[in-house]
């Protein structure tokens, strides 16, 4: 099973199962080998479904949910399995075009069924089909319509493992605050943190990390379950270590009244068995770059922080720290703190999805590139950096450039488009825009760009 | 050192602060003081010598409108300026609350979003303040993501979205302001720095009393005026109830699904006085004979509110008023779904793509088609002025869900008479749930 990001799927909040106890524990309720039968029954369900559509797998399901103890193991089950199954929809034809061509046949609706038969059999000639093609696709990209085409291909034990992550994942939803314990590989776990947009606190001891408590900005303010999806995204990542330890608060709907309390959540690696194995996505760099992945935790005001790597230049070492935009300010003040003892670190940032790099700094999109970062901090460090790597530089900024001047006119007059097509770079658009014959004016909070020339005529 | 005021994640950063105030709390993770964002007026007016950078800079706008506003709405906005230009305004559904949220832009001239519940919603704003005031609108949900000075949100997407969008606006009006009070859309509130705050609403209090939660992050209610007041700008409307009957093999599984659910909360001794209880009932159905007592009670519904015949009293209404344009309203989307298949209209859902009802609601508008079935989406503030006929198939009973349903065709239109259907099945717990949706609503009703 493969890491990804984690917990991007979890259940619904009516599908955590958990017992509470006096003392104002939280426990999940997992799935062993007891319950393989109940998981077979679910995967041999949807395989016998097959060519069926979600209805009938929903009516099923029900059937199955009324006869076993705890219909939401059953219904936990199912989303799983039917997550992991492909489903068709029910007619080749376009659903949207299909419904466009129904309702703009008459403004009046369709009062008799003869007159309601003679459009679906008009379209049906239009189409060149049959007139149930067409009634099948009228909301044949509707949910409860699809087709399941591929049963779920796993095991009972397997399927088992992933309703526990997902219980576990479903409970940390709530969570208000987190504490991680007993990890040796400390990195991936700080790098989430970030990335996730958290905060943490870390407590140290004989220079070692002995835990990390997680929270939001807003936690300081107030007890918000608003970090929860973003903690339940950790565990995957834990989970997978040989020792760790995860207690959170989480908070809960109480039964019988209106209000919410909070609980203590605890589970460590003696539960790591009811999990599924995680393959790593590696990102590690060729043994050919100066990288080392033994830093020690560096302490700085008010804290510690773990870089990320160190990179060896000609015998001095230069700390790298992993961070998002979002701690930039914070970054800059270690950075300069650490400067004036003597210690050299570059902060490093990752942004994904759109996010806009961070101008001025070392900065990549999803992964760290390892030789782009070797020569960032090259060219930081003087009296490194070799006169062919400058010529290269320059070569490879100038081509850069042709690039972006060719993407820019071609996305002219898209000034958004243009503005992100620069900044997604790394680069300030206002200097590139100029430099490269545009002129840019300001309109509310928006950038507009118009070529030169054209302001000229 | 200069104080600094800072936009972080829904909370405002100060640092250098040498007099901190109560409601600042210091946040040794970052070393300096965080104070939730919504406080951001009260610290810039606490500490005016701060370096203030909290908000982009945003150019001042000059936005004008030849729109009239009537009477109350003049009261209203007077009455939002003199409470330092925060709180909610209570109008009944076509009162023209848009018309008000339109002067308060004009008036304030600054970077302002708009939040409403709908993408049918925010694209109903988008459309009105595109035209209005002659600049571009832009939209945060539904699939767009274009940040303009005049911007339209929904709620999901404004709390989605609330940690790196909190400081782009300093004006935000909360349209169907009651879904704020939630305990999850009310973050948008704390989390958002606009220091100028409007929220409009046909229905402010709700019944789980978390509008006292608006209070503080809204400036609370400062205009209200009821249906009776405003007769004058509304269309004349009447209330049918039409009574319909289960057929004998659909009267026999209501019974007995009927029967099932009784038993059980009879044996629980549980008592469903409200929605409260009703959510009790349903967290202790985790056990096998709970289970099957909630699935008889949901077969049951299902029976009551999509009888057959229901289909056939639609048919009788549309073919009535064939011409006019109506809303079949109902409460889940497979009825909804079944009515657009039967009538060949379009069905407009949550699992409608954001474009697609854009494209449906236009027709409708339009006269492209002259009938729509919708489960929830149309109940609030989209505005159809000239559809004439509702068509409750079923609902909840909730009475701010039917007074909404019921604004849906009050839009003042010349010589306009809107009649509002309810097709009820008799004998059938149906029959109290309509009882009480219609208390709140003026008596205008007639049993056929």
Known sequence: MPLHQGGEKVFPTDLMIVKKTKKGDVRPVFLSSDSSDLAQSVINFMKSSVNHNMDYIDRGRKEIEVRSRNHKV????????????????????????????????????????SERNKVFMEIAAEMKTDVSAVENAMYGDKESDQILVEPPDTNPEDLCRMFNMEQVETILMHSVSMDIRRIRDWHNVLRRIKTLGLLCSIKTGGGEIESISVSGPMSILERSERYGIRMARIFRLICREDQWEVEANIMLKERDTKGKKTYRFRAGDETSDYFPEFQEEQNTPHSRFPVSFNTVPVTVPEGVIVPYCSVNQGGREILINLSVPQSIDRDREIKAYLFEKGISMENVYLVFGSEKKVRGEICFRDSINWEELIYEVNARYPGISTRTETKKEKAQNSDKMMQIKQLLDHTYPDSEKMVDIIEKEGLSAPEILEALGYTVTWKGLSMVVQKKNVLED | MTMTMDFDHGTVILRNVKQPSDYMVFDPRINAYRAPAYMYGRISIQYPDADDRVFEKCPEMKLTHSETLRSYQKKAISKWKENGFSGTIVLPTAAGKTHIGMEAIRQLGTSVLVVAPTIELI????????????????????????????????????????????????????????????????????????????????????????????????????????????????????????????????EEEYRTNREIFLRYIRRERIRLKGPWDFEKFIMRSWNPEGREALLAWRRSREIAFSARVKIDTVRYVLSRHRGEKAIIFTEDTDTAYLISREFLIPALTYLTPGPERKEYLQMFREGKVTALATSRVLDEGVDVPDATIGIVLSGSGSARQYRQRLGRILRPGSGKKAVLYEIVTKSTSEYATSSRRRKGVPNRSDDS
Request: glycine residues 6%; aromatic residues 12%.
């Open chain 2, 123 to 250: 694209q109903q704003w988008r459309t009105k303040l595109e035209k209005v005031f002659g600049i571009e609108v832009g939209q945060i949900g539904g699939g767009e993501k274009t940040f303009l000075p005049v911007s339209v949100s929904t709620y999901d997407s404004a709390f989605l979205m609330a940690e790196t969008m909190g400081n782009k606006f300093r004006l935000v009006i909360f349209d169907e302001v009651h879904h704020l009070a939630s305990d999850q859309y009310i973050n948008i509130a704390k989390m958002f720095a606009s220091p100028y705050r409007l929220g409009l609403t046909a229905t402010y209090e709700r019944t789980d009393l978390l509008h006292e939660k608006l209070e503080e992050y809204m400036g609370g209610k400062i205009f209200e005026m009821g249906y009776e007041e405003l007769e004058d700008y509304l269309a004349d409307f009447s209330i049918v109830r039409i009574p319909v009957e289960l057929t004998d093999e659909e």
């Open chain 1, 74 to 113: 059953v219904r936990g089950l199912f989303l799983i399995a039917e997550r992991m199954s492909k489903f068709r929809p029910p007619s080749e034809l376009d659903a949207y075009r299909v419904r466009k061509e129904i309702f703009s046949r008459s403004p009046l609706p369709v009062l008799d069924h």
